[in-house]
């Protein structure tokens, strides 16, 4: 007797791993920069702690209402055009039959074959098989705007925090600016392998693109905090 076995996919994983490597992305860059400014620019130990805590907090509560709108909206795009389609079917069915037929059609099918198909997936699941083959909307990509915004303000917390502890716990004479900038690319790096070998894609590619704009990120806002810090008397 065969063997069947089931066929594991990584799509399933877009709508909560892009909310989640963008959430904590966000959170260790832009709380290191933060850091990193805010250091190069003389300030104390003190009052680059009291900023991190803050860019944390904001941070996180801005990426989760960004992402709730963000996904809001593509959700109530979506509906909209299935209450336009499914007024369609309603309206005039063999229309949306040959609609489908041509999709078919140009995927290579023969006409015959092609009608036959659309007929037997509008009679199992009409909405469901113009949805998919004509908008583009599956279960898998469906917009959940809770889920990205509680995904998005909890990985940017947790990587918020990881530059916070080194401030937290590095000793007074520490150089902030060397020691953030060391450990935040290595954050970055670790995030990177994480999401590419989850994604299953180049391990080499992921870890290049989020250290290189973080290292970018932190780079401009030293330079922003060093002239500030020269400009106070």
């Known amino acids: 007797m065969p063997h069947h076995h089931q066929e594991k ?11 989640a490597v963008l959430g904590a992305n966000d959170g260790i860059v832009s709380t290191s920069s933060l850091i990193v400014g805010i250091a190069a620019s003389q300030a104390t130990h003190h009052g ?3 900023a991190g805590v803050a860019g944390l907090v ?3 509560m801005s990426m989760a209402a960004g992402e709730y709108v963000s996904v809001s909206s593509q959700a109530d795009t979506e509906k909209a055009d299935l209450a336009r389609e ?4 309603e309206e005039n069915r063999p229309h949306e039959v040959h609609e489908l ?44 705007p809770i889920q990205a915004a509680l995904t998005s303000a909890l990985t940017f917390a947790v ?9 937290m716990f590095a000793p007074a004479t520490t150089n902030l600016v060397l020691t953030v900038s060391a450990a935040t690319l290595i954050f970055l790096s ?12 180049s391990i080499f590619k992921g870890v290049f693109r989020v250290t290189f704009w973080g290292s970018l990120a932190m780079a401009v806002t030293a330079g922003v905090g060093s002239l500030f810090g020269l400009a106070v008397p």
Not at 9 to 19: D, E, Q, S
Not at 86 to 89: G, P, Q, R, V
Not at 159 to 167: F, K, M, N, R
């Open 86 to 89: 499914l007024k369609e079917l």
């Open 190 to 201: 670790l995030l990177g392998s994480i999401a590419a070998y989850t994604g299953g894609s």
């Open 101 to 144: 037929s041509n999709i078919y059609i140009r995927r290579g099918l023969d006409r015959e074959l092609a009608e036959q198909v659309a007929i037997q997936l509008m009679d199992h699941d009409a909405l469901g098989a113009h949805a998919f083959e004509e908008l583009g909307i599956s279960e898998i990509g469906t917009a959940r």
């Open 9 to 19: 996919h990584r799509t399933h994983r877009i709508g909560w791993l892009r909310a």
């Open 48 to 50: 680059i702690l009291v």
């Open 58 to 60: 904001a941070g996180a």
């Open 159 to 167: 990587g918020a925090l990881l530059p916070l502890l080194i401030v």
